[in-house]
């Protein structure tokens, strides 16, 4: 909430087993994709955040029915959909609202979707979304902030993604599957949340093939079905974990989760000399030798480095004796946060709104800090987890935007951990948070 304050006695080693929730990222499209389904959708390990929880209520101003029966369980009807408009502050301030104009469009024919919002980072244009639904024969407009998308009949064709795009990628396959004929998006997102809303849609009743390599081939059915079906365990809230348990310097099982999606953290991770083993669906994370190694980290569309795990990275970067080099290949001006890690100590430097140079070694201590987006907000814990003294970080909505029971994970770890009450953000916060 905004009136809260996350505060945190830093300087204890986490210890223990952390259970990962479902991903947030797969989570968010496969409710979004129930809509194009003509019945009920029992969705199991769904995360309780705020985003989950805003989606919902947009789902049900369409006429759907929609809501948790149980403590990671949705269930979505979507048999009654009598609009095809989202629009309003919950659409404008998340980013997967884009995903509404695949599915109404695939179901309806029509979208009007207002343009979505998200953390503050980053240009996150829909050009390559309106590319691939033109592509399937619709048009498109823009007008007063809404964009509105329709079309007599959908048909099959290629779509050649310009750039790697996760959010383009999932739009068009949800545009797709209701569609005559076949549908061939090229150069498709390979990240493991597209594998999973293309499971989804195919246990659905969906035909689509190729999910998790660069050509996804989608053969149009009639019609969908309803069904069951469970979410991925969340790929980055292990490796916040993961990354967390090595920058305190403790031992922690990280379970619930699909290691092979942690590969390339992993790597990172032994590089710099941090002690990993792995089981089939846990790993543990310790740290083995006093002093970390420095490294550099280019973030890349999966499997690469997510974008998702960059600023936490850093912050244990400043553990690394040396200096290291974070480079954000996937969003421009994702590097905003860095201020409030040297408030703490940290001595980075940002060179153009891509590349970061951690000169490490330096010890972080308390200080009051905003969370700058979702990500970053993670990577201020993480900070506040290392640091000497208490720490206290405000602009909390955007960590409840992605982490479930974060506090009480962490607090079954060993930290010194809690939320408190307080009156509005103070003033030199405030003006460093615009």
């Given at each position: 909430?905004?009136?809260?304050?996350?505060?945190?006695?830093?300087?204890?080693?986490?210890?223990?087993?952390?259970?990962?929730?479902g991903?947030?990222?797969?989570?968010?499209?496969?409710?979004?994709?129930?809509?194009?389904?003509?019945?009920?959708?029992?969705?199991?390990?769904?995360?309780?955040?705020?985003?989950?929880?805003d989606?919902?209520?947009?789902i049900?101003s369409?006429?759907?029915?929609a809501?948790f029966?149980?403590?990671?369980?949705?269930?979505v009807?979507?048999?009654?959909i009598?609009?095809h408009?989202?629009?309003?502050?919950?659409?404008?301030?998340?980013?997967?609202?884009?995903?509404?104009?695949?599915?109404?469009?695939?179901?309806?024919?029509?979208?009007?979707?207002?343009?979505?919002?998200g953390?503050?980072?980053?240009?996150?244009?829909?050009?390559?979304?309106?590319?691939g639904?033109?592509?399937?024969g619709?048009e498109?407009?823009?007008?007063?902030?809404?964009?509105?998308?329709?079309a007599?009949?959908?048909?099959?064709?290629?779509?050649?993604?310009?750039?790697?795009?996760?959010?383009?990628?999932?739009?068009?396959?949800?545009?797709?599957?209701?569609?005559?004929?076949?549908?061939?998006i090229?150069?498709?997102?390979?990240?493991?949340?597209?594998?999973d809303v293309?499971?989804?849609?195919?246990?659905?009743?969906?035909?689509?093939?190729?999910?998790?390599?660069?050509?996804?081939?989608?053969r149009?059915?009639k019609?969908?079905h309803?069904?069951?079906?469970?979410?991925?365990?969340?790929?980055?809230e292990?490796?916040?974990?993961?990354?967390?348990?090595?920058?305190?310097?403790?031992?922690?099982?990280?379970?619930?989760?699909?290691?092979?999606?942690?590969?390339?953290?992993?790597?990172?991770?032994?590089e710099m000399?941090?002690?990993?083993e792995?089981?089939?669906?846990?790993i543990?994370?310790?740290?083995?030798?006093?002093?970390?190694?420095?490294?550099?980290?280019?973030?890349?569309?999966?499997?690469?480095?997510?974008?998702?795990?960059?600023?936490?990275?850093?912050?244990?970067?400043?553990?690394?004796k040396?200096?290291?080099?974070?480079?954000?290949?996937?969003?421009?001006?994702?590097?905003?946060?860095?201020?409030?890690?040297?408030?703490?100590?940290?001595?980075?430097?940002?060179?153009?709104?891509?590349?970061?140079?951690?000169?490490?070694?330096?010890?972080?201590?308390?200080?009051?800090?905003?969370?700058?987006?979702?990500?970053?907000?993670?990577?201020?814990?993480?900070?506040?987890?290392?640091?000497?003294?208490?720490?206290?970080?405000y602009?909390?909505?955007?960590?409840?935007?992605?982490?479930?029971?974060?506090?009480?994970?962490l607090?079954?770890?060993?930290?010194?951990?809690?939320?408190?009450?307080?009156?509005?953000?103070p003033?030199?916060?405030?003006?460093?948070?615009?």
């Open positions: 909430m905004n009136d809260e304050k996350m505060v945190i006695l830093g300087g204890v080693p986490l210890s223990g087993e952390v259970k990962i929730s991903a947030k990222n797969s989570a968010v499209a496969i409710l979004v994709a129930s809509i194009l389904v003509n019945g009920k959708c029992v969705i199991e390990n769904v995360p309780r955040v705020s985003d989950i929880y989606l919902i209520g947009i049900k369409l006429g759907c029915e809501g029966v149980g403590n990671d369980v949705v269930e009807d979507c048999s009654g009598k609009s408009r989202a629009v309003g502050e919950a659409v404008r301030k998340i980013r997967a609202s884009s995903y509404f104009m695949g599915a109404l469009l695939g179901r309806m024919k029509k979208a009007s979707v207002d343009l979505p919002g953390c503050d980072f980053g240009v996150r244009p829909i050009d390559l979304h309106l590319k639904f033109k592509a399937l619709a498109s407009d823009i007008e007063y902030g809404v964009v509105n998308i329709k007599d009949k959908l048909v099959g064709d290629t779509v050649y993604m310009d750039v790697v795009s996760v959010g383009a990628t999932i739009d068009v396959m949800l545009a797709a599957v209701l569609a005559d004929g076949m549908t061939v090229d150069s498709a997102a390979k990240e493991p949340h597209v594998v293309a499971n989804f849609l195919n246990s659905m009743g969906a035909n689509i093939r190729g999910a998790g390599t660069d050509v996804i081939k989608i149009g059915v019609e969908l309803g069904g069951t079906f469970s979410v991925i365990p969340d790929q980055i292990a490796g916040t974990f993961m990354i967390a348990a090595a920058a305190t310097g403790g031992d922690v099982i990280v379970s619930n989760i699909i290691p092979k999606h942690m590969e390339s953290l992993s790597a990172k991770l032994e000399g941090v002690g990993l792995e089981d089939d669906e846990a543990r994370v310790y740290v083995k030798r006093p002093e970390l190694r420095r490294c550099n980290v280019k973030t890349q569309p999966y499997p690469g480095f997510p974008t998702d795990l960059q600023p936490q990275m850093l912050v244990l970067l400043t553990k690394a040396g200096t290291s080099i974070m480079t954000e290949n996937v969003w421009d001006n994702r590097l905003k946060y860095v201020s409030e890690l040297n408030r703490m100590g940290a001595a980075i430097t940002v060179e153009g709104s891509d590349v970061a140079v951690v000169e490490g070694g330096t010890k972080l201590t308390g200080a009051p800090v905003c969370a700058k987006d979702l990500r970053a907000g993670a990577a201020m814990v993480i900070a506040g987890l290392m640091a000497d003294g208490v720490t206290e970080i602009n909390l909505k955007y960590i409840d935007r992605g982490y479930e029971d974060l506090e009480k994970k607090r079954a770890l060993g930290a010194q951990i809690t939320r408190r009450k307080v009156n509005p953000m003033d030199y916060l405030k003006a460093a948070n615009k």
